[in-house]
């Protein structure tokens, strides 16, 4: 008699394939987010830097 189970290994595997499948899906949405936090990362190091540096003219 056959179990209807599924190995661990097969449930991690087509977890791992949908994951994959997901981010294949949303990369351009991903691409957006990331370039979105690089400039406001950037652009408060920026606005830091200028502030430091008017202190220390002053």
Known sequence: MKSNRRSSATK???RLHRTWAWMRRRRRVMAAHAL???????G???VGLLFWWFEQRL
């Open 12 to 14: 991690k595997s087509r």
């Open 36 to 42: 979105r936090g690089a400039s406001y990362s950037a």
């Open 44 to 46: 408060t190091g920026i």
